[in-house]
């Protein structure tokens, strides 16, 4: 089953309450979040609507909170490959 990525990218301030209220409705609240949707109609036609703020990709399966969380973990920088001896 093929799932929507929506990610809202610019934020809604200023816009009318019709849609902000399309936004609410796709559990968009702030910048930068993530939801996953399965791919339908009714659906599609939300995105529509706010095609200009939101940023969208179609994936197989949704992620976790801790998959997106591990995800958007920079690299360390560096690997303890043994532990040096005392």
């Known amino acids: 089953?093929?799932?929507?990525?929506?990610?809202?990218v610019r934020s809604a301030i200023?816009?009318?309450?019709?849609?902000?209220?399309?936004l609410r409705a796709l559990g968009l609240r702030k910048r930068m979040r993530t939801v996953y949707h399965p791919v339908s109609?009714?659906?599609a036609g939300?995105?529509?609507?706010?095609?200009?703020?939101?940023?969208?990709?179609?994936?197989?399966?949704p992620l976790t909170?801790?998959?997106m969380r591990?995800?958007?973990r920079p690299d360390p920088g560096y690997y303890v490959e043994t532990a040096m001896p005392r």
Do not use: C, H, N, Y
């Open 41 to 43: 109609t009714d659906v």
């Open 14 to 22: 200023g816009l009318p309450a019709r849609t902000q209220g399309v």
């Open 1 to 8: 089953m093929a799932f929507f990525r929506v990610t809202l």
């Open 65 to 67: 909170k801790a998959e």
């Open 70 to 72: 591990e995800r958007r």
């Open 46 to 61: 939300q995105i529509m609507k706010v095609k200009e703020l939101i940023s969208v990709q179609e994936v197989e399966q």
